[in-house]
Nanobody, 115 residues
Framework: QVQLVESGGGLVQPGGSLRLSCAASGSIFSIYAMGWYRQVPGKQRESVARITGGGRTNYADSVKGRFTISRDNAKNTVYLQMNSLKSEDTAVYYC?????????WGQGTQVTVSS
């Protein structure tokens, strides 16, 4: 069973930065695509950023130029660097690991952008 544990959320002022981390259990990490998603109450979970095993990345239009996804395969960890945060970035952020025929989710970490 794969376990994903997110950390790094919190309260930040508009314009500020946060870095989220997602640590994965298991010995095989580098080959799997990883993604960050977010969800606010009453809305569907949406994709924020994704990185393949080979390091290819893509982003939601709403975060392009502000967020950066990266991975450290030696640490089984994926990161989301969030800069120039806006109030509309407030959400619970989840990481996901994609495997053939299955996917695994973390428990989420709250990010609140407010003055």
């Amino acid at each position: 069973q794969v376990q994903l544990v997110e950390s790094g959320g919190g309260l930040v002022q508009p314009g500020g930065s946060l870095r989220l981390s997602c640590a994965a259990s298991g010995s095989i990490f580098s080959i799997y695509a990883m993604g960050w998603y977010r969800q606010v109450p009453g809305k569907q979970r949406e994709s924020v950023a994704r990185i393949t095993g080979g390091g290819r990345t893509n982003y939601a239009d709403s975060v392009k130029g502000r967020f950066t996804i990266s991975r450290d395969n030696a640490k089984n960890t994926v990161y989301l660097q969030m800069n120039s945060l806006k109030s509309e970035d407030t959400a619970v952020y989840y990481c996901k690991q994609e495997r053939i025929g299955e996917e695994y989710w973390g428990q989420g970490t709250q990010v609140t952008v407010s003055s």
